[in-house]
């Protein structure tokens, strides 16, 4: 299903990229906005099968608390039908985390700057992925910008998609201990992997600020 | 200007008054002098930068020397110094303000963060009692605005006002003795990219004011607001027609390929300038025989050259303007079409020097380059300009052209990861200010020693959001270290010593008559050494990391104090209090790369500190009298 306004944001966006070089090899938009993996297909982000189809508009995400404490501790999370969050979208989330300069914000990797890190969990405003579309979507007090009458839908999921796989550091404990031995790897800087969505795939030794041996 | 008749009319005859104090003046013990606000006139700035009983603007003077005429703390008793007393900011963010006292009276900013983003205090030197506090009226943000921490270097004072500028972009003017907020005006645009982070400078009834933003292409400029009226008196932008860049007939540019008409127009691609950049983030200096202030600004938007074919006339450039009209008079562009993010903010230090047979009115700028730059500060143009740390970017300097001689093997180009450029993209030093000593001759200069790679990538302008395209990884430069204090002498051109540091020095730099500097350090190190040899003399371990600006003052008892905030933080030290990776070597611009290891040293503060050597009659510094 396609919201009624994705005519709106699709002008406000292209308009946008219009500015942005090189991506018309990436746009998935070029055909039409229906197509890629279709919004309400069936796997719940934690694999589950999900029965809903039809898709998701911001109105069906209206009860997704952000917190997860709650009167009386029942679960109040809704069923959602979450869109497929694959390699490919996550692919080009990549782009899209560029093109609309997240990276600038978040930093390559999302190793964080002017805004938190992406690069592990959790996320202050939640990190399943409808929190993280609604985080996109919405803006979120301390400086992250309103997206949602600008990005389309299809893409903000393909940006969860990215950000979901760039959050996935390795743990290696519970909490984290900050020491002269610890943390033990970096991930390979973005000048020499500068096109993976994976990019915890690829570590080395901490550097503890000296240059980084690939 | 505007004031009333019982207001206006002490203050005239105390002008009359005045007298500078000289160095005769200084021998004498310390003691206030009749200017001070026993009578209640409060005093202008002009007074106040020549009184060294009080620290009146984050510079100390117009010259923005930092040296204090104050020798009651000297090298044989530095070493007994001790925390008078202490107090809390409340956000632990990164503390890059400069403690102004006038009077007896102290003054502090906090950082853009917490309940209470940018909020002022008004403390009582003798004591420590908290005397006002105000909070300005918070656009939280902001703080997604900032391209390096959400940090302010100071307020401003003049004839009794005390003047703050605020990240999302409004100054405002508070009664000093009371607090009450006299005006507001906005000057800048969060959802243009704007912020404002500097320390405001008041020259003649005028607060000036410059925007941050190069990040977000926020398009630089420097406003002069009224301080009386708070009405913006004129806007000089960096960028653009002549018209809004302020040049006009009395301009002339040192050099021919700065010269012709709307060059900030001419020197981009079409509409390009209008998103470039070039922000008055630094500091200013006023030299009044000339009449003339002096301010850098800084990068051209965005990192990436590629998307701004041109010289990018006017970023990475000094400026050399009328305090009344905003006109021009000249400028001189460090950086024709930066390629690194070399800023050129860093602050004009307005020195008389023996340069070949003659005395010359000269600026000394530290480049963020590397190179230290000497100008006529009356035509910009460049005498002497030397590498001061290792520099493999820019060859040299032609000082026939006044060009820098670049090293086009390192030229970044879209998809092609440079190796090992240096300096890195902070520069040799960013905006951490450096000490004159009239007496050592010497410049005392807190700064980086680091490199980088450095990949650019595509980018497109979107309003509010950065506008940068480069990915970007710093680390320690050639011998391990990432810091250094070093004392340079202009006139010979060359170092005279250095302390290395392992960690970046991010905090300014202090030096007085009692021969004494004094700098701290981001691993918690507050240091006094000895002007002449750079022997450290007394170390303190505070809290948190320092990346301050420590000033001296005296009390009204006459009595010396040294103070800086502690409170580590900044584009540097971002890491030890934002949530930043320290295992993704690009984050914070890149600086995540060198500064990894920071939260092994330490976590973030928000500590003024006030130190004293104790008395005969006291053996310990504490001076705070118990309540009755």
Known sequence: MTPPNTGVRLRIALLVLGIAAGLASVWPLSGSAQEGPALGSSKMDDGREHAGSGGLSPGSLIDVPMVNLTPGAVDVRPKLAIPNLDADAAQRGLAYFTSFNCVGCHMPNGGGGMGPALSHRPFIYGDRPENIYLSIHQGRPNGMPAWGTVIPDKLIWDLVAYVRNISQAPAQEWGTTTSKTSPTIEQVPKEFKPSTAQPWNYTQKFSSGQAPNP | MVCSLWRCLPYAALLLLAAPASAEDAQAPTSHSPTSSAAG??????????????????????????????????????????????????????????????????????????PKPNQVFALTLANGDLKWSYAPKPNPAAAGIAC?????????????????????????????????????????????????????????????VGNSGGEYGARGWLAAVGTNSGKILWRAYSTGPDSDVLIGKDFKAPYPWMSGKDMGVKSWPPDKWKVGGGNAWGWISYDPELDLIYYGTGNPGAWNHETRLGDNLWSCAIFARNPDTGMAKWAYQIGPHDLWDYDEINENIL??????????????????????????????????????????????????????????????QVGRTVRNACPASPGAKDWQPSAWSPRTKLLYVPHQHLC??????????????????????????????????????????????????????????????????????????????????????????????????????????????VAIISGVGGWSGAIAVAKIDPRVRNG?????????????HTAGGATLLVFAVPTNKRDTADIVAPPK
């Open chain 2, 452 to 561: 980088m790679n450095f990949l650019t990538g595509d980018v497109g302008y979107i309003a509010g959001t950065p506008y940068v395209g480069a990915e970007v990884d710093m680390f320690a430069g050639p011998g391990g270290h990432r810091g250094e204090f070093m004392a340079w002498n202009p006139v010979e051109k060359k170092k005279v010593w250095a302390i290395t540091e392992q960690l970046p020095v991010w905090s300014g730099a202090l030096v007085t008559k009692g021969d004494v500097v004094f700098y701290g350090t981001m691993d918690r190190w507050f240091k006094a050494v000895d002007a002449n040899s750079g022997k450290v003399l007394w170390q303190f371990r505070a809290g948190s990391g320092f990346i301050g600006q420590p000033t001296t003052f005296a009390g009204v008892d006459g009595r010396q104090y």
């Open chain 2, 351 to 412: 020195v008389d020097l023996p340069i070949g047979n003659e005395v010359r009115k000269v600026l000394i700028h530290p480049g963020r380059n590397g190179y230290m730059y000497v100008l006529d500060r009356a035509t910009g143009e460049v005498l002497s300009a030397d590498a001061f740390d290792t520099v493999n970017t820019i060859s040299s300097i032609d000082l026939k052209s006044g060009r820098p001689v670049l090293n086009d093997s390192l030229t970044p």
């Open chain 2, 148 to 208: 390096c921490d959400v940090v302010s270097r100071g307020l401003a004072y003049d004839k009794g006002k005390i003047f703050l500028n605020t990240l999302d972009g409004y100054a405002v003017a508070l009664d000093a003795e009371t607090g009450k907020e006299l005006w507001h005006t906005q000057l800048g645009d969060i959802n243009k990219g704007e912020t404002i982070t500097m320390a405001p400078v008041v020259v003649k009834d005028k607060v000036l």
């Open chain 2, 41 to 114: 006139a409060p005093q202008a700035i002009e007074e106040l930068v020549r009184d060294k009983n009080n620290w009146g603007m984050a510079a100390k003077d117009y010259a923005n020397t930092r040296y204090s005429e104050l020798d009651q703390i000297n090298a044989a008793n530095v070493a007994q110094l001790q925390v008078a007393w202490m107090f809390s900011l409340g956000p632990a963010r990164g503390q890059e303000a400069a403690p102004l006292v006038i009077n007896g009276i102290v003054y502090v900013v906090a950082p853009y963060a917490g």
């Open chain 2, 588 to 600: 914070a611009l890149g600086f995540t790369g060198a500064m990894q290891d920071l939260p092994t």
